[in-house]
């Protein structure tokens, strides 16, 4: 049975969350983090979800203003991808969104992600764009 919790920023947890993005995220497009981009993560909503000690899956919640929430960096190990782990992980970022406040979760989804999100109820909102290289859409839900 799998736990969703939050992770604290600096965190053995928040290693673990460090090295499944960078493994899902980043090495397949030949990125890496800087610090600089990891220290802008300290204000963040860290999620993740667990088997034991194990991290599964995670995202973050990035506020961009008093209603909007951005969720970025989602990111499923592999072997999991396809099995509901995902769609968990939105249900409870949503949850945390509404109980702080928000009323809208946008995020930008990339294209082959775009049925997963859309399946989870994000609608597209404006022209594909590039980004870290990849096309991108930007998504949103009302919470």
Do not use: W
Request: proline share 3%; with cysteine; charged share 20%.
């Amino acid at each position: 049975m799998s736990t969703l919790r939050t992770i604290e920023f600096g965190s053995c947890d928040y290693q673990a969350m460090i090295a499944l993005r960078d493994k899902i995220l980043r090495q397949p497009l030949g990125l890496t983090f800087s610090p600089e981009y990891l220290q802008q993560e300290i204000n963040d909503v860290l999620i993740g979800c667990f088997e034991g000690d194990v991290l599964l899956g995670c995202c973050i919640l990035s506020p961009l203003n008093e209603a909007t929430v951005q969720l970025r960096q989602m990111a499923v190990d592999n072997g999991l991808q396809g099995k509901g782990t995902g769609s968990g992980i939105l249900a409870f970022a949503e949850g945390q969104a509404r109980a702080a406040g928000f009323t809208e979760l946008m995020m930008h989804a990339r294209k082959e992600a775009l049925p997963f999100y859309a399946k989870n109820g994000y609608q597209v909102r404006g022209e594909e764009f590039v980004e870290v290289g990849i096309p991108h859409y930007e998504m949103y839900k009302q919470l």
